[in-house]
């Protein structure tokens, strides 16, 4: 039987497959649906039962009571604050809602859901030991034995009962076309043996997060912190139904969302990449003297080359020169919106273009 250390170029890191030799190159074939990437950093919970549908619609920020079967969303799990702690994808099979999570939130998750049960008619499993997650289009999917319906991400479309703030059109996210699919063992395995005698072509995380970024598309298991608003990363768009049932936090997205503004607001960063130096979460963010911001994610997209998520204060200027203190000195960046300082209060905004993305000279 192959591991994933037998397939050529494999980089492995304690968060699986990194990247296959080539993160640029993988990119480009993952985006056209000319490889998979086996996702090592993301976990799958079930919840069986009756009542799982009503009963995680009123724990989380999302309307599932009537999710139909095959549709996929997401929801947030927030603090009485209003702060996200948890997240996960969502699709539900008419029998069972399985729930795609980060690595690093599902045991937590696991365990914060199996204490809300009560006497509820729902059951809760991690099952990280018996199935696996696997990314890539809906078409390189599609191909794929699975043991759930395939989860379609909804980002950046606007769900029912959700708000964008991001003014920008058309959304860098339109253009990615991503699903991630739940299999077991046996189907895993039959990957990994494809892989190694060159029948299938995989990709490495760093490719899948490039993507990501470049879409601006939040994760909690890299841009949240013990602060996150839902807002504050442009969220409302496909996790939270503004109009749905009492659940934990909602007093505080709705003030936010029709009173107020989020404190802080999440920019993208297009970062010099002359001296290929690059930041890692948590470097700060400056306008001149001012600490604005820090870091959540980063990457190298094939087209825009170094590019990063960060969040900064509301009040943080547009427009003006920043720059990111790395470990290894000052790194000049320039950022383009994302949230906007006056998001919230309901305003009512006008759609701007999106900037050209710089292209990348590297070929594949």
């Known amino acids: 039987m192959s591991t994933l250390t037998d397939v050529p170029g494999a980089v492995i890191d304690d968060r699986g497959l990194r990247h296959v030799g080539s993160p640029v190159a993988e990119q480009r074939r993952l985006a056209s649906g000319r490889a998979l990437a086996p996702l090592g950093d993301r976990r799958v919970i079930s919840v069986g039962g009756d009542d799982r549908r009503s009963w995680l619609d009123s724990l989380s920020s999302q309307a599932l009571t009537h999710l139909a079967p095959g549709v996929s969303t997401e929801m947030l799990i927030l603090d009485p604050q209003g702060r996200v702690e948890h997240a996960a994808s969502v699709i539900d099979d008419g029998e069972t809602a399985w729930l795609i999570v980060d690595a690093t939130d599902a045991e937590a998750l696991a365990a914060w859901l199996t204490r809300m049960r009560f006497r509820l008619r729902v059951e809760v499993r991690e099952r990280s030991e018996d199935l696996f997650v696997v990314g890539g289009t809906r078409e390189a999917v599609a191909g794929l034995r699975t043991v759930a319906p395939v989860w379609v991400d909804p980002w950046p479309e606007v769900s029912p009962g959700g708000w964008a703030y991001a003014r920008v059109e058309p959304h860098p996210g339109a253009e990615r076309d991503w699903a991630e699919a739940v299999v077991d063992a046996a189907e895993f395995e039959r990957l990994i043996d494809a892989a190694v005698r060159g029948e299938l ?107 990063a998520l960060a969040l900064v204060k509301r009040t943080a200027a547009d427009g003006v020169p920043l720059v990111v203190m790395t470990a290894d000195g000052p790194l000049a960046a320039s950022a383009e919106t994302i949230v906007p300082a006056d998001a919230g209060a309901t305003a009512a905004v006008p759609r701007l273009p999106r900037l050209g993305r710089r292209r990348s000279s590297t070929q594949e």
């Open 201 to 307: 072509s995989l990709a490495g995380l760093d490719a899948v997060e490039a993507l990501r970024v470049a879409a601006w598309r939040p994760r909690v298991g890299v841009d949240a912190d013990e602060r996150l608003l839902p807002h504050e990363m442009d969220w409302l768009r496909t996790a939270v139904h503004l109009s749905k049932g009492c659940y934990r936090g909602q007093e505080t997205v709705a003030k936010v969302h029709n009173l107020g503004h989020p404190p802080r607001r999440v920019v993208a960063l297009q970062l010099d990449g002359s001296d290929n130096l690059l930041p890692v979460r948590g470097d700060e963010v400056l306008a001149g003297d001012n600490v604005v911001g820090t870091i959540t994610s980063v990457a190298v997209h094939h087209e825009e080359g170094p590019i």
